[in-house]
């Protein structure tokens, strides 16, 4: 007959395991209080010396087994051992863990406390919300298939869709920064190609066309007009610029490396009739002090049944400058671009005489009786 475990309040239940351990038949008492039979020595003897082992660990024997054995499955005929120690050196910088929200609130939070631009910050917590909304879990563990997979269900277009991979890569660099992500290895960002944005058309205004914007336009949205139109400066960049940097004795404008887009400093002329729009204003603070004023010069355009493309101010202005000095490189210095990008969007869009027309739009009048 096989011997169970001693009744209740039996003494032998303070005796070793061992002690009770019949020859045929083996019980051996677990932690969990439940009893497991085994009918061989070495079977006992290798539970005992496995229990031994979780206990030394502090891991409770089932689900340390539970763990093997996934690893083992995923491992393959790999080596375990191995495989640990080259997770421990490409993973092992990652010293804290966090949640794509919890990166994204942290990188908007320090770019604010860094004095980043209003617009920009809206820009960057627009794209990441719905970047971390898509992909909720900790950053460690999204994967260039998953952000690729979200870009293309956004169903933007080439442009935009480049545009919020740069965003995005901004938050996995941070995350890179601030230890979530591993040292020396590419991110999931990162490994991602921006695709190809076919060749459009460069939409500008006609002289006439601007004419009409600039002479209807309020006293307030003049510098925003006249600087982006006769200056070709970016609507980020001018949304950073202070008045101190237009200097109009020297006819320049000076944009700081940390206002440009490009990280570089430059010096863009101030033509003669951008110096007489700006000249009779009062020159304070920031330039364009509220964003709302771009959405204001675009409906001014839709009252007057002049439609407004995307970046038209900055291509007429790249275009007819170009058109007068005849050089490209002159003009990517101006305008905080590169040469072959003008020589190949810009080039032969007008005419020099066009472009003298446009250059010579000045103020009629006094601008403060506007």
């Known amino acids: ?34 009893f ?48 640990a120690t080259q ?17 994204v609130k942290q990188l908007v939070a320090s770019r604010k406390q860094d004095g980043s631009g209003r617009r920009h910050l809206v820009q960057l917590g627009s794209v ?8 909720p879990g900790p950053i460690l563990d999204v994967t260039s298939a998953e952000i690729d997979a979200w870009l293309r269900s956004l169903k933007v277009s080439p442009m935009s869709r480049n545009s919020m991979l740069v965003t995005v ?7 890179l920064e601030q230890n979530y992500l591993p040292a020396g290895q590419p991110t999931a960002a990162s490994q991602l190609r921006k695709v190809k944005v076919p060749d459009s058309d460069i939409r500008i205004f006609t002289p006439d066309e601007f004419s009409r914007i600039i002479h209807a336009a309020p006293e307030h949205l003049i510098p925003l007009l006249a600087i982006s139109a006769f200056s070709g400066i970016r609507s980020a960049e001018i949304a950073r610029l202070d008045w101190s940097a237009v200097d109009l004795d020297r006819r320049i404008i000076e944009m700081l490396a ?15 009739n951008l110096a ?39 291509h007429s202005f ?9 050089s490209a490189d002159q003009v990517a210095l101006e305008a905080g671009n590169s040469p072959a990008i003008i020589f190949r969007h810009y080039r032969e869009l007008t005419t020099e005489e066009t472009a003298k027309e446009w250059f010579g739009i000045g103020p009629t009048g006094s601008l403060n009786d506007r």
């Open 276 to 314: 007489a729009w700006l000249a009779p204003l009062r020159r304070r603070g920031r330039v364009v002090p509220s964003c709302r004023q771009h959405r204001e010069i675009t409906a001014l355009a839709k009252s007057l049944g002049i439609p407004w493309p995307r970046n038209v101010l900055r």
């Open 128 to 135: 990441l919300r719905r970047f971390a909304a898509a992909c």
């Open 36 to 83: 497991i039979r085994l009918t061989k020595p070495h079977e006992r003897d290798a539970f005992i010396a496995a229990r031994d082992l979780a206990d030394k660990a502090g891991l409770p024997l089932v689900p340390a087994m539970e763990d093997y054995l996934r690893a083992r499955e995923l491992a393959g005929t790999e080596s375990l051992a191995a495989m």
């Open 169 to 175: 890569n901004i938050l996995f660099s941070f995350a």
């Open 318 to 326: 790249i275009s007819y400058r170009i058109a007068i000095v005849k």
């Open 258 to 272: 940390g206002q440009a887009k490009t990280a570089s400093r430059r010096v863009i002329p101030i033509s003669d």
């Open 1 to 34: 007959m096989e011997k169970g475990p001693p009744p209740a309040g039996d003494s032998s239940r303070h005796l070793p395991r061992s002690h009770f351990l019949p020859n045929s038949h083996t019980l051996i008492r677990c932690r969990s209080r439940f």
């Open 87 to 103: 997770y421990a050196k490409h993973f092992g910088s990652v010293v804290r863990r966090a949640t794509v929200p919890e990166v």
